[in-house]
């Protein structure tokens, strides 16, 4: 535990400079989001069992990971709500507020391809947990998996062509 | 599909990409030597990476769910109307303080942030930072409050634009943009002899309040508290990109520059 306990400084470290990121290149209305969730993803790090990371990539994919699965959790809770009846939360927004309206991803949907898209390539899961879901660009992922910018591009462009057509294959198939 | 047979489209679909636009469809026919389905395969994916757009190209958290306090929760005898801002540590609300029956503004972290120790700790000091001054361009704080765990500040609320939206429909007149000026160095100067350092000023953060009485400097989320009571003049203003506390300090002695104190500044840009 004690281990544990020393590592936790340097994870919080680690996810602030992720928030730190976010925040320089993005608009004002957007980096709370960013903030909270890095915020979350430390309090679920800091109450998992004692790991061990053993490097900073291996810190980021499993950071990653642990974004990508509190999205998800927020998502089926989300629907939960609709479907028993919960009030549904209303979003108001105000002239003031830079709102930028986030892309109209079903992230339940996105996590069942992504499954799937496992057992195919794990490369390509692990490439859109940096990038999509840890809002990493292309250079930063490309560092951290140690591959070149060129590669990871290429790469990407794959993952999402195969995701973007599981995801409206199933959108098709709903609709028959 | 096999692990060789995903290889295959792997390899043919990149190779695909390198090729013209026009050209990629006989390209593919022809490096998959005859193979229909794999044709099929690679054909569907690079349709699909023609139509992909900016497909998961924004970062995911952008989706992430802040809670935001719906209008009619109450918190204690504050009830909430409505967001009207956000800035990088904190919403903000427009709320009726029903015991003494004004609107006020309130700014709080939300459910997913209320629980950090570090952020607690930030929202105390913007609350003590912009308390210990008194200016009539400063917007007042009436308190800091805990309810239901959730902390927050409860300031003055002003009605009106801010100056971002001012001077978005075109320049101000000279005059008005002196006496806004003015006003918001004043308060600067008020802060700065009570210690505090703005280091986010900019236009978002001044409001011109519909009354038309003199400009109100907001948001002291990432002010800087000195122990010394004066700020030298020339102290650089923090960037951007640093508003996390805990970061390392941007300030340097060598930005600090002349040791020129503000009071003697202000005094010149009054007169």
Redesign the interface.
Known sequence: MQQHADLMPLVYDEL?RL??R???RER??????????V??AY?RLAAERPREFANRTHFLAIAALS??Q??VQ??RA?RADKRGGAPQ????N?G???Q?P??D?D?LALDEALERLAD??PDLVRL?EL?????LTVEETADVVGSSPATVK?QW??A??????AL?GEASAAVE | MTRERWARVRSIFEGALEQPVEARTEWVRQACQGDEPLVREVWGLLRSHATAGDFLEQPAHLDFDLDILEGGTELGAFRIIREIGRGGMGVVYLAHDQELGRNVALKALPSALSASPELRQRLRREARAAANIKHPSIATVHALSEIDGQLFIVSEFVQGTTLRELIGGGPLEASRAYAVAVKIASALSAAHAAGVIHRDLKPENILLPESGTGPKVVDFGVAKLTTTGTVPATAAPSPRSAPLSGLPPTWRPSSCGARRSMPARTSSASA
């Open positions: 602030r928030a730190a976010y925040i320089s004002p209305g957007q980096t709370l989001q960013a903030t909270a969730l915020n979350e309090v974004m990508r509190i999205l927020r998502a989300k939360k209303v979003t108001l105000d003031n507020i830079a930028v986030a892309a991803i992230i195919v390539d859109v990038r999509y879901f840890t809002g290429r462009a794959l999402r062509a195969w995701l973007k057509r409206e």
